[in-house]
Structures are given as C-alpha cells and as structure tokens.
C-alpha cells in the first residue's frame, strides 16, 4: 500500500502539470533569502491594497441607513423636517440644503416658523471660518447654507432642536408635589424629544457636486418659488387625466349597465337576482368615480389659487416690496 502511494507521488511529481510547481519548490528550497523576499514583498502588496482600497473606495460605508435619513420627525409631536437636496460647490466651497417643514401643532397646515427652531453645526475636520447661514424662504421652506467648506469637510452634523410649545402638554390644574416631582422626571428623560439630527457627508450618494455661486436669499427664493409654481402646475395636468380617466371608466360602467338592463327582460329567479346585483355594483361605482371627480375638481381649484398666490410672490420679490417673516440666521461651528 506504502509503495503503491510513493509510485503514484512519483508519477505526479514527473507529469507535466506539476513540473512548474516542483521547480518553483526546488528554487525556493535552493534561494532561502529570495524566498523570503518574495513572502515577504507579496505579504506587503496584499496589505498596501486592502489599505489603499479602504482610504479611496468610494463605497465604504462609515454611517447607518438611519444617520443618512433625509425625513426627520420629532418624537414630541411638534412636525416634521425633511432635507429635500443637498448640494456641494468644492470650487466656492459651499453646501446648499433646501429643507420643508411641518408644523403639527397649529389647526392650519403651515410650516414650523423659523424663530421655533434652533441650529447648530458640527464638523469631522472642524475649521474656525466656516459658518452656517439659516435662510427662511418662503411657507414651509428654509435653505442652509454652509459657507468657507474645505475639500476635504469629511461630514457635518446638524442638530435641529424644535421649540415649538405643545398646547396639549400644557398642564392647567393643581398638582400636588408629588405630580411635580413625577412630572420633572418625565420632562428631564424627554429633553431630547424635540432634537433632531441631520447628517452631510461625502460618503452619501445624495451629496451631489454643483458649481454655487454666492446667491442672495432673494434669488434663492425666486428658484423655490419657480420650482414649486413647476410642481404645482405638474399636479393640475395630473388631477385633469385622473379627471379624463375616471369619465371613461363610467361610460364603460354605464355601456356594461344598459347591456345588463336589457339582458334582464329576458331573466328570472336567480340569474334575475345577480343581475340586479351586478347593475347595483356599478352604480355604486359610478357613484364613487363621481365623487373622485368632484374631488379633484376641487383640488384643482386650490392648485390654481396656489400658483396665482406664488405669482404674487415673485412679482412682489422681483420689485422689492416682499418681506420675509424671518432674518437670515448665522450660526458659527460647534
């Protein structure tokens, strides 16, 4: 058995597939120092790539899912931030991020108002010039901008503390001092309940390159408005298909009915039964289909006096004489 398994390593040692290999072990076997050389010099090839791979790999991935989240609610029930953009100039170094808030405490749908919210700006590489400018536009929008960012920012942290008062919270009965102690223990655990973060940086996809000039807000404002008076007039063709869809289906429905009327002269007892049936089904969703239309119809209506409000708007910032509820905000790093 012991012979048998030598001949056939013999065998194997002289085939053609293993001469390189035995030649290769031979030489390594004769040139100790190149051996090591050659480990050696593979073993540091092999590190040097898994080290350049991570520093330049545009794929690595350093924040969650849940840091890079462009919708942020706060816990306290005071509405919602969401980032709509995030905008990089490297050349001029400035980051533009167009945000729109909710507010929902008040009875009407508006914005949070700016003087409600607090800011603050953290830096990986912090450098002393650079400064962040809140900028109220108009309704529910706000534009940050970051001004004097170094190539190489790395990421930026932004707190946004809500402090908009909660009616529902407010307590107006007499409370012993035990309720006070238990209330000053709840409010101290939920001290972060109006804290939201926001977090910019290079590794995200969303961060797109754009050459910025220095624009005034009020420019910023006419391409806010331009794009929403965009958006808006996008909704109106889109209500009038829905419109034009919706009075095709009910002549479909009202053709299938008229086809059932006259099928049911000539039915009764059960099948007399479904076809009633089926008439009722359809006129119930005819009768649904119209009130999708008047809803749409009234929708379109609230759309237009939108779009009329955003002219109003832009003419007014064109000429001078429109007043921003709130002043632009500077807020220096943290």
Same mark, same amino acid.
């Given at each position: 058995?012991?012979?048998?398994?030598?001949?056939?390593?013999?065998?194997?040692?002289?085939?053609?597939?293993?001469?390189?290999? !035995?030649?290769?072990?031979?030489?390594?076997?004769?040139?100790? =120092?190149?051996?090591?050389? *050659?480990?050696?010099?593979?073993?540091?090839?092999?590190?040097?790539?898994?080290?350049?791979?991570?520093?330049?790999?545009?794929?690595?991935?350093?924040?969650?899912?849940?840091?890079?989240?462009?919708?942020?609610?706060?816990?306290?029930?005071?509405?919602?931030?969401?980032?709509?953009?995030?905008?990089?100039?490297?050349?001029?170094?400035?980051?533009?991020?167009?945000?729109?808030?909710?507010?929902?405490?008040?009875? !009407?749908?508006?914005?949070?108002?700016?003087?409600?919210?607090?800011?603050?700006?953290?830096?990986? @590489?912090?450098?002393?010039?650079?400064?962040?400018?809140? *900028?109220?536009?108009?309704? @529910?929008?706000?534009?940050?901008?970051?001004?004097?960012?170094?190539?190489?920012?790395?990421?930026?942290?932004?707190?946004?503390? @809500?402090?908009? !008062?909660?009616?529902?919270?407010?307590? *107006?009965?007499?409370? %012993?001092?035990?309720?006070?102690?238990?209330?000053?223990?709840?409010?101290?655990?939920?001290?972060?309940?109006?804290?939201?973060?926001?977090?910019?940086? &290079?590794?995200?996809?969303?961060?797109?390159?754009?050459?910025?000039?220095?624009?005034?807000?009020?420019?910023?404002?006419?391409?806010?408005?331009?794009?929403?008076? &965009?958006?808006?007039?996008?909704?109106?063709?889109?209500?009038?298909?829905?419109?034009?869809?919706?009075?095709?289906?009910?002549?479909?429905?009202?053709?299938?009915? !008229?086809?059932?009327?006259?099928?049911?002269?000539?039915?009764?007892?059960?099948?007399?039964?479904?076809?009633?049936?089926?008439?009722?089904?359809?006129? %119930?969703?005819?009768?649904?289909?119209?009130?999708?239309?008047? &809803?749409? &119809?009234?929708?379109?209506?609230?759309?237009?006096?939108?779009?009329?409000?955003?002219?109003?708007?832009?003419?007014?910032?064109?000429?001078?004489?429109?007043?921003?509820?709130?002043? =632009?905000?500077? =807020?220096?790093?943290?």
């Amino acid at each position: 058995m012991i012979d048998t398994i030598k001949n056939w390593i013999e065998k194997t040692k002289s085939s053609s597939i293993a001469r390189p290999f !035995v030649a290769i072990n031979k030489w390594f076997q004769e040139n100790v =120092i190149k051996r090591k050389l *050659v480990i050696f010099m593979t073993l540091f090839v092999a590190w040097l790539s898994l080290l350049l791979g991570a520093i330049y790999s545009p794929q690595r991935q350093t924040y969650s899912d849940e840091q890079l989240k462009t919708k942020q609610i706060f816990e306290n029930g005071t509405g919602e931030i969401v980032l709509t953009r995030q905008m990089y100039s490297p050349k001029t170094g400035v980051i533009v991020l167009p945000f729109e808030t909710q507010d929902a405490t008040p009875p !009407v749908d508006r914005g949070i108002d700016t003087k409600r919210l607090k800011w603050n700006l953290y830096a990986q @590489n912090k450098t002393a010039d650079t400064t962040m400018e809140i *900028v109220p536009i108009v309704d @529910n929008k706000i534009s940050v901008i970051i001004r004097n960012v170094p190539k190489n920012f790395g990421a930026y942290a932004i707190d946004i503390r @809500n402090k908009t !008062v909660v009616t529902s919270s407010i307590d *107006v009965a007499v409370s %012993s001092s035990s309720d006070e102690q238990e209330k000053t223990s709840k409010t101290t655990d939920n001290a972060n309940d109006n804290l939201v973060p926001f977090y910019v940086t &290079t590794q995200n996809s969303k961060l797109k390159e754009k050459h910025i000039k220095s624009v005034s807000r009020e420019e910023f404002a006419l391409s806010e408005i331009s794009e929403e008076r &965009t958006f808006q007039e996008g909704q109106i063709k889109k209500l009038n298909k829905s419109i034009k869809q919706l009075k095709a289906s009910i002549e479909d429905d009202e053709s299938r009915k !008229v086809g059932l009327n006259k099928e049911a002269e000539y039915l009764s007892g059960d099948d007399l039964e479904s076809n009633q049936k089926d008439i009722a089904t359809l006129e %119930s969703n005819i009768e649904t289909k119209n009130r999708s239309i008047a &809803t749409a &119809t009234q929708n379109i209506e609230k759309v237009q006096v939108k779009i009329e409000a955003l002219k109003k708007k832009e003419a007014a910032i064109k000429d001078g004489t429109f007043e921003f509820s709130n002043p =632009i905000e500077t =807020i220096k790093m943290k």
